[in-house]
């Protein structure tokens, strides 16, 4: 695989890994304000960046490619309410996509189709993980600080597998 391509993927196990640490710190915190569906919900979340990062490393080795981990910075401790988190979050998937489209224009540049057939995959879950974000920031501007109705949300999030 070409060196550029190589840095890149690897640049974006980081991202992923990075995602991970952001939403697992999310959840913790979600825990403290005492929304424990939503936390589980965040928790998911964390793993499927896991599975982000572990997808991206198993396509590196494929290619013969070495992979290289970067340091995590550290996340964002504390939120004020459920809507700034997940406002958060939605904003962070935004910038996940657009490090995902990166990388497809490298892959494009340097004809390594490939590697463009292979994120095809991430820019797919990209559109998933966005609407997804974009549902529960909806749901929860809806809601504003009513008590009951954010104990509904809680439930629904409490519902993810
Ligand atoms: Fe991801
Ligand atoms: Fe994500």
Redo the contacts with the bound molecule.
């Keep these: 695989m070409n060196k550029k391509m190589l840095d890149a993927l690897n640049g974006q196990i980081n991202e992923?890994l990075n995602?991970m640490y952001i939403y697992m710190a999310m959840a913790a915190d979600l825990d403290e304000m005492g929304w424990g569906g939503m936390a589980h919900w965040m928790r998911k979340?964390a793993q499927?960046?896991l599975a982000?990062a572990l997808k991206i490393q198993g396509y590196v080795k494929d290619r013969q490619g070495r992979v290289v981990f970067k340091a995590i910075g550290e996340p964002q401790l504390t939120w004020n309410t459920p809507l700034e988190l997940f406002k958060g979050a939605l904003a962070?998937?935004q910038h996940?996509t657009g490090t995902v489209h990166k990388l497809v224009k490298l892959a494009r540049e340097l004809d390594d189709i490939a590697t463009e057939v292979f994120l095809n995959y991430f820019v797919s879950?990209?559109v998933e993980?966005e609407d997804a974000a974009h549902e529960i920031v909806d749901a929860l501007e809806k809601v504003g600080n009513s008590a009951g109705p954010l104990y509904q949300v809680d439930s629904w999030l409490r519902k993810r597998e």
Aim: aromatic share 0%; charged share 50%; glycine share 0%.
């Design positions: 992923e995602s979340q499927e960046e982000h962070h998937e996940i879950e990209q993980e």
